[in-house]
T-cell receptor
Framework: EPEVTQTPSHQVTQMGQEVILRCVPI?????FYWYRQILGQKVEFLVS????????KSEIFDDQFSVERPDGSNFTLKIRSTKLEDSAMYFC??????????FGPGTRLTVL | GENVEQHPSTLSVQEGDSAVIKCTYS??????FPWYKQELGKGPQLIID?????GEKKDQRIAVTLNKTAKHFSLHITETQPEDSAVYFC??????????????FGTGTRLTIIP
């Protein structure tokens, strides 16, 4: 069964450093998303991406964040200058239509 | 508004008994309501969903009911098994509304099945 994959599973970085989180969505899906989950809290929407552009972003998704689909398979989230409060699980999701979003296993980001 | 209230926050159920989790939403335009199961260290997994033109949907031991008038929807798990232990999130989605395809999640319910 096709699934969303994410790398790395765990990323440790120093405050102020740039990180890139990578995702490979399900191959025929058209809509792509990033969510994050701070430890013990609910999942929060960050950004949605369709037709090679951002379709919506939350207030969390400030100028430090960017997304890109550099080729036909990868979908990346970049944080330019990480802060301590960026520590969280980051989930990529994809969908064929605008429902039934399938989530990846997540990347745990730890900012020291 | 985009609030989804979810109750209870924790639920312990004897194996074989039923579990019910309820969510209340505020936006009357909401029209798609999925439920996700999250096991430890994993991403949310879609287990069942319902659209606003349907009152109930069932898939084996799992069912979801929707009360549009009261703006709440519930997850029902019957004949619970140890592998049902997880955190369950309700969510809502304004569908279709291109440019707003985000899922808003509830606060989660930690379900523990007692053998």
């Amino acid at each position: 069964e096709p699934e969303v994959t994410q790398t790395p599973s765990h990323q440790v970085t120093q405050m102020g450093q740039e990180v890139i989180l990578r995702c490979v969505p399900i191959s025929n899906h058209l809509y792509f998303y990033w969510y994050r989950q701070i430890l013990g809290q609910k999942v929060e929407f960050l950004v949605s991406f369709y037709n090679n552009e951002i379709s919506e972003k939350s207030e969390i998704f400030d100028d430090q964040f960017s997304v890109e689909r550099p080729d036909g398979s990868n979908f990346t989230l970049k944080i330019r200058s990480t802060k301590l409060e960026d520590s969280a699980m980051y989930f990529c999701a994809s969908s064929y239509t605008t429902n039934e979003q399938f989530f990846g296993p997540g990347t745990r980001l730890t900012v020291l | 508004g985009e609030n989804v209230e979810q109750h209870p926050s924790t639920l312990s159920v004897q194996e074989g008994d039923s579990a019910v989790i309820k969510c209340t939403y505020s936006d009357s335009a909401s029209n798609y309501f999925p439920w996700y199961k999250q096991e430890l260290g994993k991403g949310p997994q879609l287990i069942i969903d319902i659209r606003s033109n349907v009152g109930e949907k069932k898939d084996q031991r799992i069912a979801v009911t929707l009360n549009k008038t009261a703006k709440h929807f519930s997850l029902h798990i019957t004949e619970t098994q140890p592998e049902d232990s997880a955190v369950y999130f309700c969510a809502w989605f304004l569908f279709p509304n291109f440019g707003n395809e985000k899922l808003t999640f509830g606060t989660g319910t930690r379900l523990t099945i007692i053998p």
